[in-house]
């Protein structure tokens, strides 16, 4: 069993939809739970990062962790076909720094039409 | 602000072969991080650079090595390449600061295609 696992799609919706990206993981050490989006050609970018259990709402974006089932959610409100790219959660023990490696999942790629 | 570079773009490589990739990190950032993503995978962790240290390796062979230098810029090196050794390779740099999050910013990175 891999530490963390991603539905790796594709998932098609229209422009306006709500879109739900999941991941779910082994590891209960894990502490610091992030979302990437990356572009085709590009380099992942940081989109929110949750430390432990909660909730976190940043616009059109909502993280939330749910530490005792092991298992992240980001739900993109209004989506807009310029969120079409391929969506990475990511896990650390620690804080992300100082030796501690980012778990990656493989990516849920996503296709929002007009 | 300048962001991460990467170079090259791409490179094509044969079996056996040797290889250096170059990341030039953030302004400010004094720790490089290297990822290996393969197609349709997430970044793998190779291993991570602080203060010209490596601090911290992933589950890699040792083919696979680095170095940082006083600029904060990095070099990843691959010896004996392989075929499975096609992938991006990522450049993610970050200000070390134990107490608190920090982002690792990425670079666009290099498509190696070892034939």
């Known amino acids: 069993q891999k530490e963390v696992e991603q539905d790796p799609g594709p998932l098609s919706v229209p422009e306006g939809a709500i879109v739900s990206l999941n991941c779910t993981y082994s590891?209960?050490?894990?502490?610091?739970f992030m979302w990437y989006r990356q572009y085709s050609r590009k380099g992942p970018e940081l989109l929110m990062y949750?430390?432990?259990?909660g909730n976190k709402e940043d616009g059109r974006f909502t993280a939330q962790v749910d530490k005792s089932s092991k298992y992240i959610s980001l739900f993109i409100r209004d989506s807009q076909p310029s969120d079409s790219a391929t969506y990475l959660c990511?896990?650390?023990?620690?804080?992300?720094?100082?030796?501690?490696?980012?778990?990656f999942g493989k990516g849920t790629t996503l296709s929002v039409s007009s | 602000e300048t962001g991460v570079t990467q170079s090259p773009t791409h490179l094509i490589k044969t079996r056996g072969q040797q290889v250096t990739l170059r990341c030039s990190s953030q302004s400010g950032h004094n720790t490089v991080s290297w990822y290996q993503q393969a197609l349709g995978q997430g970044p793998q962790f190779i291993f991570q650079y602080y203060r010209e240290e490596e601090n911290g390796r992933g589950n890699f062979p040792p083919r696979f090595s680095g170095l940082q230098f006083p600029n904060y810029s990095s070099e990843l090196n691959v010896n004996a390449l392989e075929l499975d050794d096609s992938a991006l390779y990522l450049c993610?740099?970050?200000?070390?600061?134990?107490?608190?999050?920090?982002?690792?910013?990425f670079g666009p990175g290099t498509r190696l295609t070892v034939l």
């Open positions: 993610a740099s970050s200000l070390e600061l134990q107490s608190s999050y920090n982002e690792q910013f």
């Open positions: 590891n209960s050490a894990f502490q610091y």
């Open positions: 990511a896990m650390s023990a620690a804080v992300p720094a100082a030796g501690t490696a980012l778990i």
């Open positions: 949750t430390y432990s259990s």
